[in-house]
């Protein structure tokens, strides 16, 4: 398995994109404003997105790309993820509204695209890969995802807040090899954090010292403007796993 960082910011300007994950050539983990740097070529490719939750900066460039590439394709995109998840992207979203339905285009035997459902703890197989979301604890309906080529695994914690039930899980990854999780806001804003349910440099120290497996540890979703504050407080407070600023076009090979 090779993940590439498509994008990994909080938010966008200058060269920050939002959050997006290619693995190999064919899956998107989230597809946010990143997948704007991906050829028309190589987003023909991409068979399959799993999404962690609705929010805009994880979803912004799927009517994009299938509006873009959907009918150059031969199979439809499919959609994975959890039931509400999919009800907010079917009500809000692809809704004729914001954006067409692309579930019944051209017409609803031969779509462009599909929905699928998915459940916690239940792995998807795609060739092998296995991909198995994840609890996670945000103000919608959210998961994170672990990514298992059967050799080593990666986690992605999605957007989560404090989150005992995704340690009960990541703890039992015996091939554990590499953890991504989101610190959104510096200590100073840490109210934000509680309320909008993301992690600060303080509560990723409460959270880490839950993890019990051998990890690198890469921080993501640093909000622009706060970068380089929220990772000195993360570096001068979380003590024996030196977690790493998660930069646009890191390759994981696992």
Not at 46 to 52: L, N
Not at 202 to 217: D, G, M, P, Y
Request: aromatic letters at 8%; charged letters at 20%; glycine letters at 6%.
């Amino acid at each position: 398995m090779k993940l590439r960082v498509l994008g990994c910011s909080g938010g966008i300007g200058g060269n920050l994109h939002t959050t997006s994950f290619l693995l190999d050539h064919d899956v998107l983990i989230d597809a946010g404003t990143g997948v704007s740097e991906l050829s028309l070529t190589e987003l023909t490719m991409i068979d399959h997105v799993f999404v962690t939750h609705s929010h805009l900066d994880h979803i912004a460039c799927i009517p994009l790309m299938v509006d873009s590439v959907g009918f150059m394709r031969d199979c439809p995109l499919t959609v994975y993820a959890i039931d509400g998840t999919l009800d907010i992207l079917k009500q809000h979203v692809f809704n004729w509204k914001v954006w067409p339905d692309f579930s019944v285009l051209p017409d609803a035997q031969q779509p462009i695209m599909n929905y699928q459902a998915i459940k916690l703890g239940e792995a998807v197989v795609l060739n092998g890969r296995k991909i198995t979301a994840l609890p996670a604890n945000h103000t919608v309906p959210a998961v994170g995802y672990h990514l298992d080529s059967g050799q080593a695994s990666l986690v992605f914690s999605g957007d989560t807040f404090t989150n005992d039930r995704l340690w009960e899980v990541v703890n039992e990854i015996k091939n554990l090899r590499y953890l991504i999780i989101e610190t959104a806001f510096s200590n100073g804003e840490s109210d934000l954090a509680v309320r909008s349910k993301h992690l600060c440099p303080s509560l990723l120290v409460e959270e880490l010292a839950k993890l019990k497996r051998e990890a690198e540890v890469f921080i993501t979703h640093l909000k622009p403007g706060e970068v380089e504050l929220t990772m000195q407080q993360i570096e001068s407070s979380v003590s024996g796993r030196s977690p790493k600023m998660l930069l646009n076009n890191q390759e994981f090979e696992f």
